[in-house]
């Protein structure tokens, strides 16, 4: 049951950031078919990467009382 616990951390962090890379990447688009350039978008589509990064960071570290464990 704990590694059901261990997997968990971190996965509501990885959607959000998963869907603010997402909005970026529709939001960007959208921009570029109407004919205007998408640069502001390129720095959601960077945060969303950020956040999904620490997410998947705090999905693998282990806390310090598994590691006494082991």
């Not at 350039?37 to 999905?59: E, K, N, S, T, W």
Request: hydrophobic share 50%; net charge positive; proline share 1%.
């Amino acid at each position: 049951m704990e590694e059901a616990e261990y997997g968990r951390r971190g996965v509501k962090t990885k959607i959000i950031g998963f869907i603010l890379m997402l909005l970026g990447l529709l939001d960007s688009l959208l921009s570029l078919r109407g004919g205007m350039p998408a640069y502001q978008y390129l720095l959601l589509i960077l945060f969303g990467a950020c956040v999904f990064a620490i997410g998947a960071v705090r999905g693998r570290r282990r806390s310090s009382v598994e590691v006494a464990e082991v």
